[in-house]
């Protein structure tokens, strides 16, 4: 089972920032916090990931609590194509037994011009 | 970044046919690739772990009989649809690990359409 809850869809106007949250309260000590993203008929896109530290790289920030219950995902500058469904995943990092990546349900950002 | 190949991207077939879709990694090897398959308006959903040189590990209600999985080199995974269904349409995905990260590396996926 997917261990995360997202909202089903948010709207976001275009040159905004998009603010996609995530809520792992049953997250492990060793579990990373991941985010994807797929748009339409295509395979989902990697965007960033975290364990408890705020991470930033070329496509997003990531914000997580204090207590890994919760991280939010943020694009600075929204564009059209930034149109997807976003998914939150939890899991172990590394080689270990029963290392899987379950996707939810994620969240079906629209971005309107 | 790293490439993963899907083929083919779309397939129609009769029904009681067998349909193989073949995934690669190009500039990495992959020692674990997944299979999801996603109808629409879906999330993904984990079919099996494949292996190489191994048996794949499937997970629970995915039927190890009708949906082969081989994965005989380090960039290459293929799962065989056997005897495909109508019900059996849908789009499959497969990703694979690229050991010096923590990143999945997905295909373009194949959309099934069985007659």
């Known amino acids: 089972d997917a261990k995360t809850t997202q909202p089903p869809s948010m709207d976001c106007a275009e040159g905004r920032a998009a603010n996609l949250p995530c809520n792992h309260s049953?997250?492990?000590?060793?579990?990373?916090v991941y985010w994807y993203r797929q748009i339409h008929s295509q395979g989902p896109q990697y965007i960033i990931h975290?364990?408890?530290n705020n991470e930033t790289n070329e496509m997003a920030s990531l914000i997580i609590t204090e207590d890994r219950k919760s991280s939010t995902l943020i694009l600075p500058h929204a564009t059209l194509r930034d149109t997807a469904v976003y998914y939150c995943i939890v899991r172990v990092a590394g080689n270990t037994g029963g290392f899987k990546t379950i996707f939810g349900a994620g969240t079906r950002l629209f971005v309107k011009a | 970044g790293a490439v993963v190949s899907q083929h083919p991207s779309w397939v129609i077939c009769k029904s009681g046919t067998s349909v193989k879709i073949e995934c690669r990694s190009l500039d990495f090897q992959a020692t674990t690739m997944f299979w999801y398959r996603q109808f629409p308006k879906q999330s993904l959903m984990l079919m099996a772990t494949s292996n190489e040189g191994s048996k794949a590990t499937y997970e629970q209600g995915v039927e190890k009989d009708k949906f082969l999985i081989n994965h005989a080199s380090l960039t290459l995974s293929t799962l065989t649809v056997t005897s495909a269904h109508p019900e059996d349409s849908s789009f499959y995905i497969c990703?694979?690990?690229?050991?010096?990260?923590?990143?999945?590396?997905f295909g373009s996926g194949t959309q099934l359409s069985v007659l």
């Open positions: 049953t997250i492990s000590g060793n579990e990373y």
């Open positions: 975290g364990l408890k």
């Open positions: 990703s694979a690990r690229r050991q010096t990260t923590e990143k999945l590396f």
